[in-house]
């Protein structure tokens, strides 16, 4: 048990170490000068010399980007992120502010895609070959092929323009102050993205659930459990339902990358403020060191997901988990 | 005992014959029907990026302020914005440079991915190794930001979203071939083909290429779609194309203005058209891997 503590915060590290040289590299490459994409064309055209100077030494222009790197990585280990140049405060305080509601926003998605996607995926199994079936069938197929972003400015149009039934963008109400904010208006806003986000993550999860629900069907005990009289539904209730259950459980936990990368793009489309949307403005106004803040933060969050999935699969199937008893 | 079964068995699996049982013409003809179905796929394809490159692209730039805002007409099908430009024209013409990009950026990562996943193979432990945890690395960062990166570090615009489309969707095909791969060297003929006297090269050459080409060649057309979707993303962000640019990523994202006046023409159709080529893409992948691919020519 410590030696798989040890050996994965091992990993971890080397992963985030990885992670964290790669964007100062990419970074480093880039030919987009930090100053002008901030400042904007007329304004640099405008500006005095000294005032460009000022600036490059602001967002570090003129430092070498392994010196700059090891001034991060020094921080970084003292627990400090940096600080953020376009929102300024400390790295670690934006991504706090917008992690709540990223996470609030992923979690219903990843809990309603799931549920959804895991009944949605019986059904169509109990109903294989019907029109119930094909229903799931074409909608996870051409969800597949739906960018997420686009059924997002769907939504915002039918519910949002059309029905007027949810507000168009943001986190909480345009010009209320935040102590009046309430937990209704914060759930009515989170409720057009998560939708969404809860939308697009079904097919993944029905399909597979599906296709496992049919060898299940097909398998001799169910044959059995007919046999002795029972419905399909009531077969599959008793027999079925614990082994598709961890299955797509497991499978849900490692998807949390698609599921971080849609929130980014649903973000965008809502203007909703979390990391996805710090991380596009942090992309496009070259703020380095909440741009390594965010790419760590997420990386963290994928390697738990598949972290916890991995450990699933092995309370699933224990030939899997090393080192335990006759299987090892 | 038969009866006994198909009487419990759920009716649907009862309906639905194995196709081998059915007479050889209909096989055949379903062979025919997946080859039908690549075709007009690809011909489709074909016929979006000419039009959208040599014939509407001059349509699809040019203003027109008395025709400004129009809901979708006959005479405009998909209406036009609000500097009068044909959005039809327009959706074409992001359209065939999102085909574009996503041809060129999936041939790249297929090649990509055949070299890892041979390295990995071929290469012994150590090369395995490394292979395995680059794939690893780059599975453990969220894709959306990986593609923001990139583009960021390649200078964004069209260079910024194929490179960095091309270089991040190996990954998973990497995996697949590399598995491919081990399991041809592990198998019977080619150790038997070594026993023979072959040499490494008319190994590979001869008798594993034959084996691993098929999945090669699915697995390339299966990333267009991923590789489409990303660049429309990534456009839509504002990491790609800039936005004088008719994509569909650009389209969308400059719909956004829109939307709250009713606009609802300017984000729909140009969608629907994007989903119907992703969905084109994937019915010329999974046609061809019915066709090619020995395992599947039983569904």
């Not at chain 1, 739906?146 to 943001?170: C, M, N, Q, R, S």
């Not at chain 2, 209909?26 to 040599?54: D, E, M």
Request: aromatic share 10%.
């Amino acid at each position: 048990m410590a030696s798989f503590v040890v050996r994965h915060i091992i990993r971890l590290m080397l992963l985030l170490f990885a992670v964290s040289i790669v964007v100062f590299f990419l970074v480093s490459v880039s030919p987009i000068d930090p100053v002008q994409a901030n400042v904007g064309q007329s304004a640099y055209l405008n500006m005095s010399e000294e005032k460009r100077a000022a600036l490059a030494q602001y967002w570090g222009a003129n430092t070498p980007i392994w010196e700059r790197y090891i001034n991060w990585a020094h921080d970084f280990i003292h627990g400090d992120m940096g600080t953020s140049l376009r929102y300024n405060a400390p790295v670690s305080q934006v991504i706090a502010q917008r992690a709540t509601n990223t996470l609030l926003l992923m979690a219903v998605a990843w809990v309603v895609s799931g549920l959804l996607g895991f009944c949605l995926g019986i059904l169509a199994a109990l109903k294989r070959g019907t029109w119930v079936d094909k229903v799931v069938k074409t909608y996870c197929f051409v969800l597949a092929a739906t960018p997420a972003f686009w059924i997002g400015l769907v939504f915002l149009i039918v519910f949002a323009v059309w029905l007027g039934w949810f507000p168009i963008g943001f986190s909480v109400p345009i010009g209320k102050a935040a102590a009046d904010v309430t937990v209704f208006d914060a759930l009515h806003h989170l409720a057009l993205p998560a939708l969404t986000l809860s939308v697009v993550g079904v097919a993944n999860i029905a399909m597979h659930t599906r296709e496992k629900a049919i060898d299940v069907l097909e398998s001799d005990y169910i044959r059995f459990a007919r046999a002795r009289g029972y419905s399909p539904w009531q077969a599959l209730r008793t027999h079925g339902l614990r082994n598709l259950a961890l299955p797509a459980i497991t499978l849900q936990f490692a998807s949390i990358s698609e599921i971080f990368g849609g929130s980014v793009l649903v973000e965008q489309v809502f203007s909703y403020p979390g990391l996805g949307q710090a991380a596009v403005t942090a992309g496009l106004g070259s703020d380095v060191a909440l741009l390594v803040g965010i790419a760590i933060f997420s990386a963290a969050l994928v390697f738990a997901g598949n972290l916890i999935a991995n450990i699933l699969y092995g309370v699933v199937d224990p030939r899997i988990r090393a080192g335990v008893g006759s299987y090892a | 005992m038969p009866s006994a079964i198909s009487r419990t068995a759920p009716p649907a699996v009862a309906a639905a014959p194995a196709v081998l049982h059915q007479p050889q013409r209909r096989r055949v003809a379903n062979r025919q029907a997946l080859l039908a179905s690549l075709v007009c796929a690809v011909v489709l394809l074909a016929i979006v990026v000419v039009a959208g490159r040599f014939v509407l692209y001059d349509v699809a730039v040019a203003t027109d302020f008395s025709q400004k805002n129009l809901a979708p007409s006959l005479q405009h099908l998909f209406g036009t914005d609000w500097m009068g430009r044909d959005m039809f024209a327009r959706t074409v013409a992001g359209l065939s440079l999102s085909i574009l990009v996503g041809l060129l950026a999936a041939a790249v990562s297929s090649v990509l991915a055949l070299v890892l996943a041979s390295i990995a193979a071929l290469g012994g432990r150590r090369a395995d190794a490394v292979v395995t945890w680059l794939v690893d690395l780059f599975m453990g960062i969220p894709h959306i930001v990986l593609l923001i990166l990139i583009s960021y570090a390649c200078g964004k615009g069209f260079w910024g979203v194929t490179i960095a489309v091309a270089v991040t969707h190996w990954p998973n095909l990497t995996r697949v071939l590399r598995a491919e791969i081990m399991q041809c060297r592990e198998s019977l003929f080619v150790g038997h083909a070594r026993k023979l006297g072959q040499g490494s090269i008319a190994i590979a050459v001869r008798h594993m290429l034959p084996f691993v080409f098929p999945q090669y060649l699915v697995g390339l057309i299966l990333l267009f779609p991923h590789a489409i979707m990303h660049e429309a993303a990534i456009t839509f962000l504002g990491f790609g194309l800039p936005v004088d640019v008719p994509a569909i990523g650009v389209i969308l994202s400059e719909s956004m203005a829109y939307l709250s006046a009713g606009m609802w023409w300017l984000a729909a159709f140009p969608g629907l058209a994007l989903i119907a080529t992703v969905m084109l893409f994937d019915l010329a992948g999974s046609s061809l891997r019915k066709l090619i691919d020995p395992h599947s020519t039983q569904e």
